[in-house]
């Protein structure tokens, strides 16, 4: 019998250690919900306590990645522990601003007449600004690191190949650098939704004015959509540095499985609440 549970106990750490490793994403998304589900009240009592706090996150994460450039000091904030993994996070985007946008997402195709969906909701407006920090510092070292590289690439194929030993696959480069020419077009839009969200800006929009602006979210999914799946199918084909081996292809493809089912379900539970809402008013 203790033989038999300690075999259990191996499976399910093994099977959690898949989880978390090989599906970040999916794991990170699940926590995050909890998290802010718990923390709902709390976010809405106290807000700008929350948004001074992963603001600071987001700065000290952009200053280190100033530091890289600029050599401001020798200390390296991402060799802190604790606080250096948190920092990475907010660059990286899969362990937390990514998850928290598709909440942000999934609770308005979701019923609000579900005790969580209605914890959400209530700080849907708060998660909005929260996310944005991380978001935003993505954005800007992304644009710093791979914008101009995108552009080269472009510009002159030939050239880029033969300098860069990695770049082995031109199809799977066009692919990689066409998704990081089109977080630029995100990257406007999103500034655009963010700035928005904060109640000063709304207040002095006006709800319908707001509204309407507001509907240029279901772009922004789309094309983050987009985005995930052109960045995860490049790098499959043409690998990062130091990928290519078995575990860097098992994240790759699950990574574009992972963006395909969040992002096919969500179109799924979207179309559906649209349907109901329109029979009800029949």
């Known amino acids: 019998m203790i033989k038999l549970l300690l075999e259990l106990i191996d499976y399910i750490s093994q099977g959690l250690h898949f989880v978390f490793d090989y599906a970040e994403f999916l794991s990170c998304l699940a926590v995050w919900t909890l998290v802010f589900v718990l923390l709902s009240k709390s ?10 706090f992963f603001g600071t996150i987001a700065f000290l994460s952009l200053f280190q990645s100033l530091n890289w450039i600029f050599h401001f ?23 937390f601003g990514f998850p928290l946008l598709v ?10 007449k579900q005790a969580w969906v209605k914890k959400l909701l209530s700080i849907r407006k708060e998660m909005s600004i929260i996310s944005g920090f991380p978001v935003l510092l993505h954005s800007l070292v992304r644009i710093t690191a791979n914008f101009t590289d995108a552009i080269r690439f472009f510009s002159d194929k030939a050239a880029y190949m033969e300098k ?26 999103f ?16 709800a ?21 799946i052109l960045l995860h199918t490049g790098w499959l084909i043409n690998p990062l540095r130091g990928g290519g081996n078995n575990e860097y292809i098992i994240k790759e493809v699950i990574a574009i499985c992972s963006t395909i089912l969040v992002f096919g379900s969500y179109l799924f539970l979207r179309i559906r609440k649209a349907r109901k809402s329109r029979l009800s008013r029949q």
């Open 164 to 189: 860069n030993e990695w770049a082995i696959n031109e199809t799977g480069l066009s692919i990689t650098n066409s998704g990081y020419l089109l977080g630029i077009v995100m990257f406007v839009l």
């Open 73 to 95: 000091t020798e200390y390296n904030l991402f060799t802190t522990p604790v606080l250096g993994k948190v920092l990475v996070s907010n660059i990286h985007l899969v362990e």
């Open 103 to 112: 909440i942000i997402m999934y609770v308005g195709a979701l019923s609000p």
């Open 191 to 206: 500034l655009i939704l963010w700035i928005t969200s904060f109640g000063s800006v709304h207040k002095k929009l006006g």
């Open 43 to 52: 976010i809405k009592k106290h807000a700008k306590s929350y948004y001074w």
């Open 208 to 228: 319908r004015k707001w509204k309407q602006i507001q509907k240029w979210s279901y772009l922004l999914y789309g094309l983050l959509f987009l985005h995930s």
